[in-house]
T-cell receptor, first 114, second 113 residues
Framework: DTGVSQNPRHKITKRGQNVTFRCDPISEHNRLYWYRQTLGQGPEFLTYFQNEAQLEKSRLLSDRFSAERPKGSFSTLEIQRTEQGDSAMYLC????????????FGEGSRLTVL | TQLLEQSPQFLSIQEGENLTVYCNSS?????LQWYRQEPGEGPVLLVTVVTGGEVKKLKRLTFQFGDARKDSSLHITAAQPGDTGLYLCAGPSWGAGSYQLTFGKGTKLSVIP
C-alpha cells in the first residue's frame, strides 16, 4: 500500500500529557499538510510543509503544537500539555501538485483527552 | 479567508431517492473539489471542477460548477446505502504563498435501505 499512513490511529490521554502523531506521506509527494477535524466540522488547516520546510502555520496552531518534517519525508505533530479542547481527528495529507492538486489523506489519528 | 457553506448539514433519505447538496461562497474560486469521507477515515477526492458551468459525471453522481465559480452542487441519482458518508466541498486558497484547501463543514448523508 502506497497511501498516506498515520499512527497511532487512536490515542487516549489524560489532560496535561504530551502526545505525538506520525505521518508517512506518499513517497514522491513533496507537499505535506496537517488538518484537524472536530465532530460536525470539515477539516481545518493547521500547517503545511514543502519538503522539509514548514511554510505556513494556522493561527489554530498554538504554542503547544509543533510539527516537523525532517529530511522532507515523514512528519510528526506533537501536542504538549494536552487540553480537552484538543480532542479531535488529526488528518495528514500529501500532494505533488499545487493549484488544482488533489490532497491524498491518511486515515487520521483520533485524539481523546480525558 | 474564503468561506464555503454547505447545505443541508444533514440529509436522511430512502434508498432509490434522488438528492442534491450544495456548496456556496461569496468568493470566486479557481476550482472546487468534492470529497467523500466515511466514518473513521480520511476524505477521498471524488472530482475537481475547474471551468464555470462545468458538469462532471461520476456514475450516479453529477457535479456542477456555477457559471460565476462561486458555487457548486452534487446530485445523486437513485441513492444507495453505499453513498452514505460526509460530503465535503473544498476550494483552494493561498496563505503566505502556499497552497491549501479550505473545506466546508460538509453534508452528512444517510441512505436508509
Amino acid at each position: 500500500d502506497t497511501g498516506v499512513s498515520q499512527n497511532p490511529r487512536h490515542k487516549i490521554t489524560k489532560r496535561g500529557q504530551n502526545v505525538t502523531f506520525r505521518c508517512d506521506p506518499i513517497s514522491e509527494h513533496n507537499r505535506l499538510y496537517w488538518y484537524r477535524q472536530t465532530l460536525g466540522q470539515g477539516p481545518e488547516f493547521l500547517t503545511y510543509f514543502q519538503n522539509e520546510a514548514q511554510l505556513e502555520k494556522s493561527r489554530l496552531l498554538s504554542d503547544r503544537f509543533s510539527a516537523e518534517r525532517p529530511k522532507g519525508s515523514f512528519s510528526t505533530l506533537e501536542i504538549q500539555r494536552t487540553e480537552q479542547g484538543d480532542s479531535a481527528m488529526y488528518l495528514c495529507a500529501s500532494s505533488i501538485r499545487a493549484n488544482t492538486g488533489e490532497l491524498f489523506f491518511g486515515e487520521g489519528s483520533r485524539l481523546t483527552v480525558l | 479567508t474564503q468561506l464555503l457553506e454547505q447545505s443541508p448539514q444533514f440529509l436522511s433519505i430512502q434508498e432509490g431517492e434522488n438528492l442534491t447538496v450544495y456548496c456556496n461562497s461569496s468568493s470566486v474560486f479557481s476550482s472546487l473539489q468534492w470529497y467523500r469521507q466515511e466514518p473513521g477515515e480520511g476524505p477521498v477526492l471524488l472530482v475537481t471542477v475547474v471551468t464555470g458551468g462545468e458538469v462532471k459525471k461520476l456514475k450516479r453522481l453529477t457535479f456542477q460548477f456555477g457559471d460565476a465559480r462561486k458555487d457548486s452542487s452534487l446530485h445523486i441519482t437513485a441513492a444507495q446505502p453505499g453513498d452514505t458518508g460526509l460530503y465535503l466541498c473544498a476550494g483552494p486558497s493561498w496563505g503566505a504563498g502556499s497552497y491549501q484547501l479550505t473545506f466546508g463543514k460538509g453534508t452528512k448523508l444517510s441512505v436508509i435501505p
